[in-house]
């Protein structure tokens, strides 16, 4: 199933993604510069390692990882996450465990993947749809 995932994919829509920020513990600056980007995400696949790279006009992460096995990591808002990837049929779930856990789960859907960022009973849905 990693195939589905590889590509690069352009951010359609966005729902309740501030409410997510602020749940997750977000600043109102990097916030609203949060809710305001549009970003690409570039999934690669190399034997057992995943790269995801997401890009804003303001930044961009990278992580690289291997599915089931624990890695630090940085988000785009700074927090220290210990996150652990996992695939399951079409779905990609990022579980991260931190200061405020959070779980996203990406799900592939022909040429559209839907991710779900959820943290404190607070669920946001963004809508990708693939370019490459």
């Known amino acids: 199933m990693a195939e589905h995932f590889v590509g690069k994919w ?8 501030d409410e997510y920020m602020k749940a997750v513990g977000v600043g109102t600056i ?15 696949v190399e034997g057992d390692t995943w790269s995801l ?6 930044k ?8 089931g096995e624990e890695f630090d990591e940085t988000t785009a808002d700074n927090r220290k996450m ?3 990837i996992t695939l399951e049929k079409n779905k990609l779930i990022q579980d991260q465990k931190g200061p405020v856990p959070s779980v996203i789960t990406r799900i592939v ?3 559209k993947m839907t991710v779900l960022c959820q ?9 990708y749809k693939k370019s490459e």
Request: a positive charge; charged letters at 25%; zero cysteines.
């Open 10 to 17: 352009n951010m359609e829509s966005t729902d309740k993604f």
């Open 30 to 44: 990097m916030a609203a510069l949060g809710n305001r980007a549009k970003p690409s995400m570039h999934i690669t």
């Open 53 to 58: 790279k997401t890009e804003t006009t303001f």
């Open 60 to 67: 961009t992460t990278n992580i690289t990882f291997q599915l």
């Open 82 to 84: 210990k996150t652990t």
């Open 109 to 111: 859907e022909g040429d």
């Open 119 to 127: 943290a404190k009973g607070v669920t946001a849905t963004r809508i």
